[in-house]
């Protein structure tokens, strides 16, 4: 198996996992990249208190990320896409619980039924540093 369709395989297990009761452990590391109102200026994760502490339980501190891209200020909040070229930083967050994920797509108002009317979208991407795979929220 290739790389790429290891990825896309491990992406949709992942999207899968996510479904399973809170109980049910999981062997892998899961990752979560977060900017903007996830983290303040110093790239504190919830330094705005903006999740609840249950959200935040369920997620570890592994440090910073940075990946390659476009930060848009869309006003109370910034929106990344994956096009350009610019150096983005923020917070690296190891998810102890995928059943999380759900209540992270409610923060974000993302539907994954619904992904074309939804302003952010979850997605599975390879970081630049450090070189893991991780969900992050693009616009």
């Known amino acids: 198996m290739k790389d790429g369709e290891q990825t896309i395989l491990r992406a949709a297990v992942l999207d899968s996992v996510e479904h399973l009761p809170a109980s049910v452990g999981f062997p892998m590391k899961m990752y979560l990249a977060v900017y903007g109102t996830l983290s303040d200026n110093n790239g504190v994760p919830f330094a705005q208190g903006e999740l609840s502490r249950e959200i935040q339980a369920q997620l570890v501190d592994s440090g910073s990320f940075k990946i390659k891209g476009t ?40 539907d994954p039924q619904c992904p074309e009317e939804s302003q952010f979208i979850r997605r599975f991407i390879m970081l630049d540093e450090p070189k893991v795979a991780a969900w992050i929220y693009v616009y």
């Open 71 to 110: 930060l848009y200020d869309l006003g109370p909040y910034p929106g990344f896409v994956l096009q350009g070229e610019t150096p983005i930083h923020g917070r690296l967050l190891e998810i102890k619980r995928p059943h999380i994920l759900k209540s992270l797509d409610t923060y974000e108002e993302y």
